[in-house]
């Protein structure tokens, strides 16, 4: 298993991996987080920017 924190984040609209799969995913990593990310389609690191560094930035505690 990884040593380094795991951050998975889905979208709601995101039909190329529905959010069940990302979450079941996310279940199989021990100490991972599970994040959706609202109003996005695919690309919710541009999208929804500020949301999604905020999520990346309570996993890193940074």
Do not use: K, Y
Not at 36 to 60: C, G, K, M, W, Y
């Amino acid at each position: 298993m990884s040593e380094s924190p795991i951050l998975m984040c889905t979208t709601g609209q995101d039909h190329s991996t529905p959010p069940e799969m990302s979450e079941q995913i996310s279940r199989n990593w021990r100490g991972s987080t599970f994040r959706t990310i609202p109003d996005v389609a695919h690309i919710s690191n541009v999208e929804q920017a500020d949301f999604f560094n905020r999520q990346v930035a309570a996993v890193l505690r940074v």
